[in-house]
């Protein structure tokens, strides 16, 4: 079991890229530096920056998608949906990362091992 400190730490990886909600891509790039200050330490905290990086790959090609999909009126309702989705599992995330349960993003595409 991994300690509370490693824990907490995942919890924040998580939870940083809400940051997205208020300054673009800058939840990106604080997943990026706790993921990089802290991967070293420890393989828990580790396992979850690959995590939540593959994550917020592929919400950026999803939104990119979804972008190209607003000529045709449906990305619109999907830019609005991938929203909803980056904040409810982004918590859902910090909630299994603090209680050190193993949890996946779904839809989430593995570009980093």
Do not use: C
Not at 26 to 50: M, R, T
Not at 58 to 75: D, K, R, T
């Amino acid at each position: 079991m991994p300690k509370k400190a490693e824990r907490n730490w995942a919890m924040f990886i998580h939870l940083s890229q809400l940051l997205n909600i208020l300054i673009p891509f800058s939840g990106f790039v604080a997943v990026i530096i706790l993921w990089q200050l802290k991967k070293d330490e420890s393989s828990y905290i580790d396992k979850h920056g690959k995590m939540v990086t593959n994550w917020m790959f592929s919400y950026f090609l999803y939104g990119f998608l979804a972008l190209l999909l607003v000529y045709f009126g449906i990305g619109i309702v999907l830019l609005f949906l991938l929203k909803i989705a980056v904040f409810v599992l982004a918590v859902i995330g910090a909630i299994n990362a603090n209680n050190a349960k193993e949890w996946k993003y779904p839809f989430m595409i593995n570009f980093i091992k």
